[in-house]
């Protein structure tokens, strides 16, 4: 008698376990109203990284690891001004790459990945930036994320590079949760409408690095309030 009486106990406490740790998710037909939003606001957004072309994209992208967009910019203004081309940046040298970036974080590692990079793309696809994600992914200081904002920004994919801002706002609001940015990514793609994917980037970016804040998200100022989840939203 007490085994199927234990069991059944199990499966609600299970089940309510389950249901607890389930994350919550907008609806779709709120994701739809939150993008039209987003984009009624900034119909055409953009990167604030500064490039000349794809080339110089890819450079500002592998430069922006663990810095920020601004101290990107200051160092690249005048490193595109020398060399905006492989074969420029290679003939500038490892020494002169450096000096141009020490101001960023990891600047030695980055300058040699900016050289190696350069050099695969002179002997492998012509001195042009391949629109191909894993020959992307093959060059050196080049990840998933990065590939993601190339091909997107230079190529006009519709894809969504999960980044911090991004992996917290998609979480915070129920738009995409996941645990990993891989996980993020994919909820992404499957929920966002196609006709936002393009610009889902920028806008998801834009929102956590000026509204949706790390440390204290300014909800009150918040356009898409009315659709986000969090449950900690600030008056
Ligand atoms: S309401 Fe607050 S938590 Fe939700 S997206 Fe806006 S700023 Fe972020």
Request: aromatic share 6%; hydrophobic share 40%.
């Amino acid at each position: 008698m007490d085994k199927p009486i234990r069991l059944s106990i199990y499966k609600i406490t299970l089940k309510k376990w389950k249901e607890l740790k389930m994350p919550r998710k907008m609806r779709l037909s709120d994701i739809n109203l939150m993008f039209a939003s987003l984009s009624q606001n900034n119909p055409d957004p953009q990167t604030e990284l500064m490039f000349q072309n794809p080339y110089t994209l890819l450079v500002a992208v592998v430069l922006s690891a663990q810095a920020t967009d601004v101290g990107v910019n200051k160092a690249t203004k005048r490193l595109f001004a020398e060399a905006a081309t492989p074969e420029a940046m290679v003939a500038l040298g490892l020494e002169q790459v450096r000096s141009y970036i020490k101001t960023i974080g990891l600047f030695n590692i980055k300058a040699k990945n900016v050289l190696a990079l350069s050099k695969i793309l002179i002997d492998q696809h012509g001195g042009g930036v391949p629109e191909d994600r894993e020959a992307l992914e093959a060059l050196p200081g080049v990840g998933r994320k990065t590939a993601n904002v190339v091909l997107n920004e230079a190529f006009g994919k519709p894809t969504i590079a999960v980044d911090t801002h991004i992996f917290r706002v998609s979480n915070r609001t129920g738009l995409a949760p996941g645990k990993t940015p891989d996980a993020v990514e994919q909820q992404l793609l499957r929920r966002v409408p196609e006709r936002y994917k393009k610009g889902a980037h920028y806008w998801l970016i834009l929102h956590g690095r000026y509204i949706c804040k790390a440390r204290k998200p300014d909800c009150a100022s918040c356009s898409i309030e009315q659709f986000c989840l969090f449950e900690q939203k600030t008056s």
